[in-house]
Nanobody, 124 residues
Framework: QVQLVESGGGSVQSGGSLRLTCEVS????????MAWFRQAPGKEREGVAA???????AYANSVKGRFTISQDKAKPTLYLQMNSLKPEDTAMYSC??????????????????WGQGTQVTVSA
């Protein structure tokens, strides 16, 4: 059974940085796609960034140039480095994993394995 556990969330001021971590256990296939999603109160969940086991990445336009997704393939472990944070980045951030997705990697409907989430709060 695949399990994903996020950590690293917290409260920061606008312009600050945070690094989120998603630890994966129970996944044995060599290829995978992992992604970060976020959901703010009253809003739909949106894809933030995704990466496959070969290192190809995808980002939402709203975070390009500020967020960086990376991984440690040995575990695997997923990271999200968030710089220049803005109040509008405030949300619950969750990681997701799927063996393979055809089409939009930032669409949440394609992912079956999810973590519980970690809260990020950015104050003005």
């Amino acid at each position: 059974q695949v399990q994903l556990v996020e950590s690293g969330g917290g409260s920061v001021q606008s312009g600050g940085s945070l690094r989120l971590t998603c630890e994966v256990s129970g996944y044995t296939l060599s290829y995978y796609l992992m992604a970060w999603f976020r959901q703010a109160p009253g809003k739909e969940r949106e894809g933030v960034a995704a990466i496959d086991s070969e290192g190809t990445t995808a980002y939402a336009n709203s975070v390009k140039g500020r967020f960086t997704i990376s991984q440690d393939k040995a575990k695997p472990t997923l990271y999200l480095q968030m710089n220049s944070l803005k109040p509008e980045d405030t949300a619950m951030y969750s990681c997701a994993l799927e063996p393979r997705i055809y089409g939009n990697w930032l669409r949440d409907k394609g992912y079956k394995s999810w973590g519980q989430g970690t809260q990020v709060t950015v104050s003005a």
